[in-house]
């Protein structure tokens, strides 16, 4: 490992071959007793007005010792760190952290005035909510762990920052509340992020895929959120969050398939009205996946599915349909896709016109024209309304809802049960940190059905969920 | 996932077990025992009920069926008879797999389908075969209320058109259909029988053995009322209701408006059968990893094996299932008997070996 020597030329030029790029520079000073300084920063992203203020003010009248401690106190910076691996202080330029050397130098000292673009704190799309906070994630990890650290104020959260990522270097910041998160989770979590050997993590979905004990399934095995009320309640409910820098998304484990079925506004509205509109999303999401499938089984291969007169209307809108069923379903579920795809990409304002032309146009004329049945386009319709439903699943109900069309229009509706029994089994059997994807449900766990697709008033959830064994069981006294 | 609970143990016996008797069996009794189909049923049940105890009682011994044989006769007897616990297994399987395949063709279906129909079940049965036979008790979670949710939908939509009356003066089919009737039972009550592989895989706990007993027969009641309920609504055409299930909703006065409703119904109970109906094979599978050791890859090429078997035999079966039928319930049904009720009731009468150290 190659360090700093107290010759401030040859660290300059060790830390530049190291550093080669147009956009890393150099300032060199010189402090009033003449002691000679540089600071080696990453133009683009390091806070000049900082550096100059923090830094190159404070130290024109140092008349210290050159020793790494003396230097750091003379700044007027609250972040600072001595450091004498030459690699290491490579890595902290790139990251923007610029690093200031100087002669006779013990070690050299970095300077937190890293530059910051953080967009402004928003309300997150993916996760609106009429009631409730409507502060979202952004992608700088600093405010994201602020927005979290406002919400608990306690001195058992913990956040441990750690790197993943040989090239990106990216900030991954593991949350949990002491004495309340399982131990086991934490250290597996930490565990798995240590074993990751990739490059670059742009995004924190890439961690899902480490962090999943299956991780080439369709099954979702880590919970996201963009919503920092909803990482902290998952956070005091036992579980461990990851926060990622340069991602909106938080992630958090062990994560259960129930949890996508919940909304932070379920906790702010009665009971009841939770109850009834987690059962809905779980209606939704059974229509969103079986209706299409079973509209295609029932005209193939059983008829008596429908009642005699919708029957009727149905024979006599496929009548001069050339597709087969299960082909025309397959269309128009196609074109709902891809409409679908091609809406949320464009701009606001084309994406009405295509609105336009997916609805009128396509639709209307495809109908008039005799391609497609108006009973397709209505059972695909609805079943994309009820896809959005429950939004945190979109990307494997849309794939069942696909296999599920499939089957029925191969095998019928004894296919799509058998469909069923295989999706059923493979949740069942799924299990990640220890925790069963299924639970409350499958096993069974009593106490938690009471904050599941059913909920109780705030004061019956006196314990924390059982599925997650925290040591630190009650949350109500 | 490694063990099955006390709860799932009894969602078993409750719901699922039940399940295996409301296709075929209904009318079979019916055909036999008329009127009176629910002694015979009741017999099976209380018999089935007893060989539960015993192997729940069994339970206590803390070891697998397995370990239990071994323990008792020596470890080359104990694979012998494994082994032809398993292929009793084996044959166990077939009945509930020509009931569902027939199942599946003639109320699935319209029109009689190529045997493409059917055949993705044998695909089920190879992944369910891989699975360790433990994992199923979280299956059982899920299975049960769907059972239950099957049948009570089921029995709603079908109490209304049921006359009890059907089923007096008790006792017209006399003591040959009594007999009868009970004979050609025996065939599916195989509850017992799959309760002993499952030794090994749940604790025995404080008063077990009552509760999973009492949680059987809790199921048979439901199951007899449905009989009760069936016969009320078809009367002497009983016999020619196949299946029993997907028979009697069908008069309900709703589905003229809303169409036949009770499929979501069917559906569940046909969901869960598919389970019910690949169980043996699992187990007979899980018997044989258990005795000669479970190297990797053997589970799903064992699974596959028996699949393979089985597609074979519902092949050359296809148009004999009656034939079939007469010989699993006439001429062989003497072996249920043997293997569900004597071997729980030999298994805990037999003196345990002294241990080896």
Redesign the interface.
């Known amino acids: 490992m190659k360090t700093v020597s107290g010759d401030l030329e040859k660290t300059k030029d060790a830390l530049k071959k190291l550093l080669p790029a147009d956009d890393i520079l150099s300032f060199d000073f010189r402090s009033g007793s003449g002691m000679r300084f540089c600071v080696l920063f990453a133009d683009p992203i390091t806070d000049k007005d900082l550096l100059g203020e923090q830094v190159i003010r404070a130290l024109k009248s140092y008349a210290g010792a050159p020793k790494a401690e003396e230097v750091s106190a003379a700044l007027t910076s609250p972040e600072t760190k001595t450091e004498k691996s030459l690699d290491a202080l490579a890595r902290e330029v790139l990251i923007g952290n610029p690093v200031l050397l100087f002669s006779g130098m013990d070690g050299a000292v970095i300077v937190g005035t890293k530059k910051i673009f953080p967009r402004a704190v928003t309300e997150p799309p993916t996760d609106v909510a009429l009631k409730g906070p409507r502060e979202g994630f952004i992608e700088d990890f600093k405010v994201n762990t602020s927005l979290v650290r406002r919400r608990l104020k306690t001195g058992e959260l913990r956040m441990e920052t750690t790197e993943v990522g040989r090239r990106s270097n990216t900030v991954v910041v593991v949350c949990y509340l002491a004495g309340t998160a399982r131990q086991e989770v934490v250290e597996e979590v930490k565990q798995k992020l240590k074993d990751i050997d990739i490059d670059v993590i742009p995004d924190s979905s890439y961690l899902t895929h480490f962090l999943s004990s299956r991780p080439y399934s369709l099954v979702k095995q880590v919970g996201t959120t963009e919503k920092p009320d909803i990482f902290c309640a998952k956070l005091a409910e036992g579980r461990v969050g990851l926060i990622v820098d340069g991602s909106p998304i938080a992630l958090t484990v062990p994560y259960l398939l129930v949890e996508d079925f919940q909304s932070s506004e379920d906790y702010f509205v009665p009971s009841y009205r939770a109850t009834f509109t987690r059962l809905l999303r779980l209606l939704a999401l059974i229509v969103a996946i079986y209706l299409p499938a079973f509209y295609v089984a029932a005209q193939l291969?059983?008829?008596?599915?429908?009642?005699?007169k919708?029957l009727l209307t149905i024979a006599g809108s496929i009548r001069d349909i050339p597709f087969s069923p299960s082909l025309e379903m397959l269309l128009v579920l196609l074109v709902l896709e891809v409409l679908n795809e091609a809406s949320i990409r464009m701009p606001k304002y084309v994406g009405m016109a295509l609105s336009v032309v997916g609805a009128l146009v396509l639709g209307e004329t495809a109908v008039s024209a005799g391609f497609v049945s108006t009973p397709a386009i209505i059972m695909i319709a609805f079943s994309g309304i009820g896809l959005y439903a429950v939004p945190n699943l979109i990307e494997q109900t849309s794939v069942v809802r696909l296999v599920m069309l499939l089957v029925a229009g191969?095998?019928?509706?004894?296919?799509i049960?058998?469909a069923?029994?295989?999706m059923?089994?493979y949740l069942?059997?799924t299990?990640n940190f220890q925790t069963?994807l299924?639970a409350p449900?499958?096993?069974?766990v009593g106490k938690d059905l009471r904050d599941s697709l059913i909920k109780y008033n705030l004061g019956s959830l006196k314990t924390r969920p059982k599925t997650l064994h925290s040591p630190n069981k009650r949350r109500l006294a | 996932?490694n063990r099955i609970?006390k709860?799932?143990l009894l969602f078993f016996l409750a719901c699922v077990a039940p399940v295996g008797k409301l296709a075929l069996l209904p009318a079979r009794l019916a055909d036999k025992a008329g009127g009176d189909l629910l002694f015979p049923a009741l017999l099976q049940f209380l018999l089935q009920a007893g060989a539960i105890f015993c192997v729940l009682l069994l339970a206590k011994r803390g070891m697998s069926f397995f370990e239990l044989l071994k323990n008792t006769f020596g470890k080359v007897a104990a694979c012998v008879l494994i082994t032809v616990y398993a292929l009793f297994l084996l044959f166990a399987a077939l009945l509930p797999l020509l009931e569902q395949k027939l199942l599946?063709q003639t109320v699935?279906?319209?029109?009689l389908?190529s045997l493409?129909?059917?055949s993705?079940?044998f695909?089920?049965a190879v992944?369910?075969v891989s699975?360790p036979l433990a994992?199923f008790?979280?299956?059982w979670?899920?299975l049960a209320p769907l059972a239950a949710f099957g049948l009570a939908g089921i029995l709603v939509l079908s109490v209304g058109s049921a006359d009890f009356s059907a089923l007096a003066p008790v006792g017209a089919a006399g003591g040959k259909g009594f007999f009868e009737g009970t004979m050609s039972a025996f065939a599916w009550f195989c509850d017992a029988a799959l309760l002993l592989p499952l030794l090994g895989k749940f604790r025995y706990e404080k008063g077990l053995a009552w509760k999973g007993t009492l949680a059987y027969l809790g199921g048979g009641a439901a199951v007899l009322f449905f009989y009760a309920v069936f016969y009320g609504i078809f009367r002497e055409i009983a016999p020619a209701q196949l299946f029993a299930f997907t028979a009697t909703s069908k008069y309900f006065s709703g589905v003229?408006?809303?169409?036949?409703i009770d499929?979501l119904f069917i559906?569940a109970l046909?969901?869960v059968m598919?389970?019910w109906a690949a169980l043996p094979l699992q187990e007979a599978a899980d018997c044989v990893l258990e005795a000669y050791g479970r190297p990797r890859g053997l589970p799903t090429l064992l699974g596959v094996g028996l699949s393979a078997l089985y597609f074979v035999l519902s092949v050359v079966l296809d148009f004999r299932f009656t034939e079939a039928l007469d010989v699993i319930t006439g001429e062989l049904v003497w072996i249920f008997p043997v293997f569900c009720l004597l071997v729980p009731l030999l298994l805990l009468l037999t003196r345990r070996r002294r241990r080896e150290h």
Do not use: H, N, W
Request: charged share 10%; hydrophobic share 50%.
């Open positions: 291969f059983r008829l008596q599915l429908f009642p005699i919708l191969s095998v019928g509706t004894y296919g049960i058998l069923t029994a295989f059923l089994l069942v059997t299990e069963p299924l449900f499958s096993p069974v | 996932m609970s709860r799932q599946v699935f279906y319209d029109t389908p493409v129909a059917f993705p079940f695909l089920f992944y369910l699975k994992s008790g979280r299956m979670d899920i003229s408006t809303l169409g036949r499929y559906f046909s969901l598919s389970f």
